[in-house]
């Protein structure tokens, strides 16, 4: 049975969701592409079908869900975003938590068409905090754009950090709560 444009849309569109999520549970190298396309639900073959290489996957697997970050912290206010991305919920998570978290060291030995979604993701998620920080405080866009970048890198870094250590640690806790209390201390807005 042939199958339409759309539904080949479709198809590529799910197997870039599930990648997604594979990618961020895994990482880049914990996922063949044979694997994948079965938890898609489709043969290995097909996959040339949709994409050029792994890489090219990896590419459109992170705009996807940097862009679903983005969707997600634009309707929250700054406190919120932070009080969440620091929890042991979004900890626990990685395969629907934050893309640089689980992947920024992942992505820092690929393609360059990686490290590029990679950046413009980035770049898209400190304008939408740049942006909240404006509202919030009335401070010039590209004033606060530091502040961001350190907020940021603080809070990835916990995430990090805190998956680093057994789940019931108490030290993976405590990362999580020093970096929120310093985020708080900080900006005042957390």
Request: hydrophobic share 45%; aromatic share 6%.
């Amino acid at each position: 049975m042939k199958v339409t444009k759309a539904q080949a849309l479709e198809n590529r569109q799910h197997i870039v969701e599930t990648a997604s999520v594979l990618f961020r549970e895994r990482g880049y190298d914990g996922v063949g592409v044979a694997e994948l396309m079965a938890t898609a639900g489709f043969t290995h073959g097909g996959f040339y079908k949709h994409f050029g290489s792994k890489a090219d996957l990896m590419a459109e697997a992170a705009a996807f869900s940097f862009e679903h970050s983005a969707v997600l912290s634009s309707k929250a206010n700054i406190a919120d975003f932070v009080k969440y991305y620091l929890s042991p919920e979004h900890r626990d998570a990685p395969g629907n938590g934050c893309t640089m978290a689980a992947l920024c060291t992942d992505a820092s030995r690929q393609t360059e068409s990686v490290k590029e979604t990679f950046a413009a993701g980035i770049e898209k998620q400190l304008a939408i905090l740049a942006s909240k920080n404006a509202e919030l405080t009335g401070a010039d866009v590209n004033q606060s754009r530091a502040r961001q970048i350190a907020l940021i890198a603080q809070a990835v870094g916990a995430i990090v950090l805190s998956r680093s250590c057994p789940q019931d640690s108490p030290l993976a806790d405590e990362i999580l709560e020093a970096c929120l209390d310093s985020i708080a201390g900080l900006s005042g807005q957390a």
